[in-house]
T-cell receptor, first 109, second 117 residues
Framework: TQLLEQSPQFLSIQEGENLTVYCNSS?????LQWYRQEPGEGPVLLVT?????EVKKLKRLTFQFGDARKDSSLHITAAQPGDTGLYLC?????????FGKGTLLTVNP | DAGVIQSPRHEVTEMGQEVTLRCKPI?????LFWYRQTMMRGLELLIY????????DSGMPEDRFSAKMPNASFSTLKIQPSEPRDSAVYFC????FGQGRGLYGYTFGSGTRLTVV
């Protein structure tokens, strides 16, 4: 069974601060996806990374896929209250995505 | 496109009753997934359909759960009889999977919050 561990589980910060959340596994994945989920809604895809060492930027969000394709990180610069939500990483293998339990981020004004 | 549409949004039922959850995937997607989300276990894959055919149902908890996809635009997840431990948010997601092209991102519906009392 492929497992993805996300850390920290909870994170509460002030507006303007920077943060990094992590996604780790002992398994190799063909791709790694990050989703954000808001209360009462389904997860929404933010990014897909497929190459070991790949870095992608989406405005203030920076995503990195580990060289061995087992881990990933999400860095947010100058967090805003609109960034509040549950951040989920998901490892892709063939047709299947395996999700971590997520990091619940709260950005306080 | 209206996205993945699930109904109902909320369902409260008594233990022992039958519950049917519905999903309309995005047109053109060939893959459909049913997930269950709880605080304790996170998102768990229940079943995966490709081109309307069930490919992987290893996540279906037990015989009380069944899922169908009679055509490319409709799927149901049925629980009969329901139990309090089935209380969770159930998500349907669709995507496109092609051999040699890998897996695209999933598009999730808004979910059905099921409460069994």
């Amino acid at each position: 069974t492929q497992l993805l561990e996300q850390s920290p589980q909870f994170l509460s910060i002030q507006e303007g601060e920077n943060l990094t959340v992590y996604c780790n596994s002992s398994s190799v994945f063909s791709s790694l996806q990050w989703y954000r989920q808001e209360p009462g809604e389904g997860p929404v895809l933010l990014v897909t990374v497929v190459t070991g060492g790949e870095v992608k930027k989406l405005k203030r969000l920076t995503f990195q896929f580990g060289d061995a394709r087992k881990d990933s990180s999400l860095h947010i610069t100058a967090a805003q209250p609109g960034d509040t939500g549950l951040y989920l990483c998901a490892g892709g293998s063939n047709y299947k995505l395996t999700f971590g339990k997520g990091t619940l981020l709260t950005v306080n004004p | 496109d209206a996205g993945v549409i699930q109904s109902p949004r909320h369902e409260v039922t008594e233990m022992g009753q039958e519950v049917t959850l519905r999903c309309k995937p995005i047109s053109g997607h060939n893959s459909l997934f049913w997930y269950r989300q709880t605080m304790m276990r996170g998102l768990e894959l229940l079943i995966y359909f490709n081109n309307n055919v069930p490919i992987d149902d290893s996540g279906m908890p037990e015989d009380r759960f069944s899922a169908k996809m009679p055509n490319a635009s409709f799927s149901t997840l049925k629980i009969q009889p329901s139990e309090p431990r089935d209380s969770a948010v159930y998500f349907c997601a669709s995507s496109f999977f092609g051999q040699g092209r890998g897996l695209y991102g999933y598009t999730f519906g808004s979910g059905t919050r099921l409460t069994v009392v």
